[in-house]
C-alpha cells in the first residue's frame, strides 16, 4: 500500500501539472516569462545551488525575490568591522570534509539529475512545485513571526497560507503575492531563538543538508514536529522521496551558478561560510 500511495501521489501532481499547462493563458496570467534565478549571486539560500534543503538562490515567489534582494544589499552593506567579526568554526577540519562531500554530490548526482529534470519538466511547472513547497513553510513563518511578536509577518503568513491554500489550489500557485502582493515573511526557527538571545552557536557544514549552526540545527529539528510528515505520519521512504524531488527541482532552478560563483571565489568554502553567516544576521535583524 505504502508503494501505491507514492506511485498515485506522484502521478495525480504530474498529471495536474499537464492538465494545469494546458490552459495556456492560465498559465500566463500566474507566471511571467522572465527569470526566476537573480542577477545577485553570492549563501548558499545563495551561493551555488548547494545541495541544501535550504538551496539559495531562486526566490519562492516575487515578493519573496524582493525581500532576498533587501537582505543581500544589507549584507554587503556591512560595516568593515562586522565584515571581519571572525566566524566561530572549531571543527573546520570536519566542515571542510563534508564540503568536499556535498561539492562531489552536487557535480556528479544533484547537477546532472537537475539538468535532466529540467529538460522533461519545462520551467513554469517546474515553478509549480517550488509554489506547493513554499506554502507548506507558512506555519514555520506563522509559528516564528508570533514568537518574535511581530504581528506584521503573522498576518502575512496567515494571508498567504489561507488564499494559496484555496484560490492557489493547495498552494500550486501564488494568487496571494501575484494578485494581492502580499510579501512572504522569511521567518523561521532559528531566527525565533536568535530573537530570544540564543547564541549562533558554532558553524556547522551538514552532509547534504549544507551550512548551519548549532542554533540551527536546534530549529530544524523543531520545525521537524510541525512538518507535514510528521502530522499525517508519512513513512520515511515516501517522505525522503517528496524532499529529494524538492531538492532537484530546486537545483534545477539554479542550474549556471555554479560555475560562475567558483570563478570568482578564491576559497569557495569561505566564502559560502561567511555569506551565510551574514545573510542570517540580515534575516534576523530584518
Known sequence: MKINYRFFSILFFYLFFVLALAEKGFAENLFTNEKTIPLELSEVDQHKPDISMEVVGVPDDSGEQEANEELEDDVFDEDIGDEDEAIYDPIEPFNRLMWSFNE???????????????KVLPEPARIIIKNFFSNLTEPIALISSAAQNNKEKVDRSIGRFLINSTLG????????????????????????????????GAYIMLPIFGPTTTRGIVGKISQAFISPEFIFGIDFLTAAG??????????SLNLGQKEELD????????????????????????
Do not use: C
Open 104 to 118: 562531489k554530490l552536487y557535480d556528479n548526482v544533484m547537477e546532472p539529475v537537475a539538468r535532466g529534470y529540467s
Open 169 to 200: 489550489i493547495g498552494g500550486l500557485f501564488d494568487p496571494a503575492g501575484k494578485i494581492f502582493n502580499i510579501k512572504k515573511a522569511n521567518e523561521d526557527f532559528d531566527q525565533a531563538l536568535a530573537y530570544h538571545n540564543v547564541p549562533s
Open 242 to 251: 517528496v524532499r529529494s524531488e524538492e531538492m532537484v527541482n530546486d537545483v
Open 263 to 286: 570563478s570568482f571565489a578564491l576559497d569557495p568554502y569561505t566564502s559560502v561560510k561567511d555569506f551565510y553567516i551574514q545573510r542570517r544576521k540580515a534575516l534576523i535583524e530584518e
